[in-house]
């Protein structure tokens, strides 16, 4: 669907919005190369993990400059903008907003800074402490204007941390970063500037992955390790949760700012990761495959041909042709281009569905009994338009398997998921969601299965989008979410004063119990 910007969305038709990604974020430290266009290409790899906005920050040693838009990369930057962007160091961000409104505004890099100290940041991740946060940020500058992205209108947790590490001027972003990142509650993968030193950082539970790389003139890190691997760097290893590393001249040094409780995001697996991407030592499209084995394992079925749906449905489907003996096929062909429009579609298109995604290849499926293999239902919209194409086109029987859990809770640590309201299996048993997108069975992986697919302690990741059971404490006041920041009266002087008590109906401004409430209604 357009935006009113006249910028492309990813999110072609109404009502297909599916998990959206977290952000992905790059930065390199690499004297005498092109640390622009290695920036860039390293957030093609990373297209994936956010499609809203990029943007690339550069320092020469002396300044920095920061080139930024609403859109894709490839739309955002061409030759003359990269080749403007000079320097040694650079710190790159493609967005998908989980704090703070799809606007340019709240694009990333953000820049703050002091009188003889910039610092441009990047931020994967979602802090959950933001009204906190702010509040930090009106106590410092007290009745003193605020200058920089929150004068300008930024509404993203990522701003308030940007301000508040150039608050003081008497100490250096390392020396702040040490004393304020404790402070943070969710999760956050930084990287971050100034004009002399690269800087990464990891939340103590380590939802997100970073990795970090070596060129032969220099050091990377990437939210992925296929990010590293595109421009040509070896990966030494991941960034630790709780660590907070600086690259400058005098080479690499690592602190510990809290104590690690290893908590990573098993939807990474799922979906949100590159096949190619290695997390904690696992390959990520191995772990897929064993969850389509561990699905053919749990709900087997007798049928003719398993496919996938494109992408991240392909690898579990070949694990569960693997384990169950049924040929694997191609039943979809997947629209490369679909989001690359600027044209809005018209109502008779966005009666004809997912077919602007995916068309179904009829000669291989009519009269067939298929498996279909996906990696989650969130509103259960997408995979009744993909049943529907398929019996069309001749499908004898349609049986769904999912490579995760029943999707139930939201995600406050960097997934946009849709509300729990919005969640078909709030409100709905598998049998029920079985009838509801018309499959002749329906089955989902165990959260056992899941788990083990990935390799890694149960203890050590967070499934709370399956469970509800959130391992960082979410704030009892309820003032979480995306816009926590646009609705709650902001007193902080920033020329885009907020404050406002009532409305006119005597009603109370602010969200109140809105974030607990995306819990507790189905």
Wanted: charged letters at 20%; glycine letters at 12%; hydrophobic letters at 40%.
């Amino acid at each position: 669907m357009a935006r009113g910007d006249g910028r492309l969305t990813h999110d072609l038709l109404h009502g297909e919005k599916g998990p959206q990604d977290a952000c992905g974020v790059f930065g390199v430290w690499a004297p005498g190369e092109e640390v622009a266009k290695l920036t860039y290409f390293g957030l093609y790899a990373l297209q994936h993990r956010g499609q809203e906005s990029a943007g690339i920050a550069t320092s020469d040693g002396e300044k920095i400059l920061v080139y930024k838009d609403m859109g894709l990369v490839s739309q955002v930057f061409d030759e003359a903008a990269l080749t403007s962007l000079r320097g040694h160091i650079a710190i790159g961000h493609t967005r998908y907003s989980t704090t703070g409104g799809s606007t340019w505004e709240n694009a990333q890099p953000t820049l703050g800074g002091s009188a003889g100290r910039t610092i441009a940041l990047g931020h994967n991740g979602n802090l959950i402490n933001t009204a906190e946060l702010r509040a930090m940020v009106d106590e410092h500058f007290g009745d003193s204007r605020v200058t920089g992205e929150l004068a300008r209108g930024n509404t993203s947790d990522t701003a308030l941390v940007t301000t508040l590490l150039s608050a003081d001027p008497e100490k250096t972003p390392e020396e702040a970063a040490l004393e304020l990142f404790p402070q943070l509650r969710g999760a956050f993968c930084f990287v971050f500037m100034d004009e002399h030193t690269l800087y990464a950082a990891r939340d103590p539970w380590g939802v997100r992955p970073l990795a970090l790389g070596r060129l032969e003139r220099g050091w990377v890190v990437a939210s992925e390790t296929a990010a590293l691997q595109t421009i040509g760097a070896s990966v030494v290893r991941e960034i630790e949760p709780g660590e907070l590393i600086a690259i400058d001249e005098d080479g690499l040094r690592s602190h510990r700012f809290a104590e690690p409780q290893p908590k990573g995001c098993v939807f990474e697996y799922v979906y949100l990761a590159r096949p190619d991407a290695v997390i904690r030592g696992r390959v990520v499209h191995e772990a897929r495959v064993e969850m389509g084995r561990s699905l053919a394992r749990e709900h087997p079925v007798d049928a003719d041909l398993v496919i996938g749906v494109p992408e991240s449905g392909v690898p579990a489907a070949v694990g569960y042709s693997q384990e169950s003996g049924i040929p694997f096929g191609q039943g979809f062909v997947k629209n490369a281009y679909v989001g690359r429009t600027f044209i809005q579609p018209s109502q008779t298109l966005r009666q004809l569905g997912i077919r602007l995604k995916l068309n179904a290849l009829e000669h291989t499926i009519r009269g067939k009994r298929l498996v279909v293999v996906d990696d989650s239902i969130v509103r259960g919209n997408t995979q009744r338009a993909q049943i529907r194409m398929l019996r069309e086109a001749g499908a004898a029987e349609v049986h769904v398997r999912i490579s995760s859990p029943p999707v139930q809770w939201p995600c406050f640590y960097g997934i946009d998921f849709a509300t729990r309201a919005e969640l078909i299996a709030t409100g709905l048993g598998v049998e029920e969601i079985r009838a509801s997108i018309g499959a002749d069975s329906l089955g989902y992986i165990s959260e056992a299965g899941m788990i083990a697919a990935t390799d890694q302690p149960p203890e050590q990741l967070c499934t709370a989008c399956f469970t509800g059971r959130y391992p960082i404490d979410l704030p009892e006041d309820g003032h979480i979410g995306k816009h926590v920041l646009e609705t709650l009266p902001l007193t902080v002087r920033t020329g885009h004063d907020r404050s406002v008590d009532v409305d006119v109906e005597g009603v109370p401004i602010g969200v109140g119990t809105g974030g607990s409430g995306a819990l507790d209604h189905p």
